[in-house]
């Protein structure tokens, strides 16, 4: 995972999360990779990645935390569905 950029971790959890195929240990491996590296992310692979988890019912408090600290000083920069996803994600 660690060579994937942010949007394609996000898409690989989007993926997964859509087709509500289960795998606990690859949603695990994605919030440790993608939690220290959100500062790289797009907004929208940051709420892509939410909307994933918060969709395949996944906790990831750790992630979630590292999301609210990344997302909300660059709130600005998120489209309104992007926002969306977010709000619904928490």
Do not use: K, M
């Amino acid at each position: 995972l660690d060579a994937f950029s942010g949007q394609g971790v996000a898409t690989l959890a989007w993926s997964y999360a859509t087709l509500q195929h289960a795998q606990p240990d690859l949603f695990d491996a994605i919030a440790a990779e993608a939690a220290p590296r959100l500062r790289r992310f797009s907004p929208q692979a940051i709420s892509t990645i939410a909307w994933a988890f918060a969709t395949a019912g996944r906790p990831a408090p750790a992630l979630f935390e590292a999301i609210a600290d990344e997302a909300a000083p660059r709130l600005a920069e998120f489209a309104p569905q992007g926002l969306a996803n977010l709000a619904w994600a928490f």
